[in-house]
């Protein structure tokens, strides 16, 4: 892949560069959950309403139709800024791209744009205490009742539905068939959260946050015309936002590690300790290393485009990522000693977030058979 940018994509990067200047977020409210979900939130509307919040949505759909490449760009720009990360993640990367490739015009026409503004959250539905890296193996039921289907089940990990409308629901509507066709008897919804036959308890991170929940479905009932895909063609719907969720998380997570890095590069210089041979050398490792995962993610454009959708690449990078992000926080940790680890600072919430960042969004165990069968072409571990 060519990496020199041509002259619409400067002029794209500078246009979004002057936007970003001209817009700052304001100060990062710390140690409260709350708020800071709606600091994001607030921050995600000002880029909606000036065309910025999903550069890669067509811009029929309210988007700006940008190339990968520009996609690339706004993320390093955002992550350039210090501006906040959306605060509709799943929806703009997950949701917004799986309905645009399974929905139909009237499921488009409805919920792709209170996506982009915040107005409407959403949140992935897929694990359960049984099923984790085995998505075939979900057993939360949906049985047809009219033109309603009635949930029952449990997910669990569910991040953000304390704040979610809508979840992507994967649930068995076939229960009879489930042992001899796993794949082929599962189906995809769109649950509203807003009912009481649905419950959110929240869980206790390590971090002392709840950024996800256990998700209890006792009879949720949901239209018909919420099936995204048809029935029984869960498991390829799932599929769609499981790549787009590497693929695309790949930008928006390199970027976090990005800004993490260098304010440790900071913190590290306030304190006179980049003159120190090993600090200087395990810095630019991180440093290295980041730049590498960088390029990584740019060559994973190369698949995209070639193509039509994410390839199994983009576990190479989330794979990279969360090994790297725990490097960085454990430096960190070596190099402001006591201070990152003391209950509430925010070197020891990075420290200990990092912990889930080799489970969230695929096992690194599940991501290295990935690369090794599907990239590598080696056999089949199982
Ligand atoms: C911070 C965070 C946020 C999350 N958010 C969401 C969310 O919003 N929505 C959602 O649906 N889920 C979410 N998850 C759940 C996440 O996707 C699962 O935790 C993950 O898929 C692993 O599933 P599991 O926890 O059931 O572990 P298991 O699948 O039970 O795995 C247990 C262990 O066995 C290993 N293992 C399993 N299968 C294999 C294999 N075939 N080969 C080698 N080793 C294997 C795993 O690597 C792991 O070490 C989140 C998780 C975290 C940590």
Known sequence: MDLTFSESEVAFRDELRAWFADNDPGIEPVGDEDAHYHWRADFQRRLAQDGWAAVHWPVEYGGRGATLTQSAIFFEELGRSGAPLPANVLGLLLAGPTIMAWGTQEQKDRYLQPILSAEEIWCQGFSEPDAGSDLAAVKTRAVRDGDEWVVTGQKVWTSGAQYSKWCMLVARTDAEAAKTRPHHTLSYFLMDMEQDAVQVRPLRQITGGSEFNELFIDGARIPHENLLGGEGNGWRVALTTLMNERAG??????????????????????????????????????????????????????????????????????????????ELADLAADLLGPEALTSGSPWAYELLRARGNSIEGGTTEVLKNIVAERVLGLPKAR
């Open 249 to 326: 998380l790949a930008f928006f997570l390199q970027v976090r590690m990005r800004q993490l890095l260098d304010r440790l590069i900071a913190v590290a210089g306030d304190r006179g300790l980049l003159s120190e041979p090993l600090v200087a050398e395990r810095l630019g490792e991180l440093h290295l290393k980041a730049e590498v995962l960088r390029l990584t993610a740019y060559r994973g454009l190369t698949a995209i485009e070639k193509y039509g959708e994410p390839g199994p690449e983009g576990s190479l990078t989330k794979w990279m990522w969360s090994q790297t992000n725990q």
